[in-house]
């Protein structure tokens, strides 16, 4: 059984940083390319950032160029969204999936997906 599980979210002022991990079971994570959505109320999930499957391609939201850094450890089990300079607008549910598809952000390319972490951004 695949699961994706986030955690590292919570309630940070801005200014501040957070990183989220996703640890990945039941595939072989380092086959898979990894994304990051989040998703706030009333409006439709979007693409944050993603990470091909050898590591060697990054892709990232405009909005969050330059402040996120998405990687994987070493022994590829386990995703990270480093989020820095955190705004409130950033606040919303992150969600992490894994897919065989790169080059395309949209959330129908990736197969499996994570419970989602909340991260809450305060002014």
């Known amino acids: 059984q695949v699961q994706l599980v986030e955690s590292g979210g919570g309630l940070v002022q801005a200014g501040g940083s957070l990183r989220l991990s996703c640890a990945a079971s039941?595939?072989?994570?380092?086959?898979?390319?990894m994304g990051w959505f989040r998703q706030t109320p009333g409006k439709e999930r979007e693409f944050v950032a993603a990470l091909s499957w050898t590591g060697a391609g990054t892709s990232y939201a405009d909005s969050v160029k330059g402040r996120f850094t998405v990687s994987r450890d070493s022994a590829k089990i386990t995703g990270y969204l480093q989020m820095n300079s955190l705004k409130p607008e950033d606040t919303a549910v992150y969600y992490c999936a894994a897919g065989k598809t790169w080059g395309d952000d949209r959330e129908k390319w990736y197969d499996y997906w994570g419970q989602g972490t909340q991260v809450t951004v305060s002014s």
């Open positions: 039941g595939l072989t994570f380092s086959t898979y390319a």
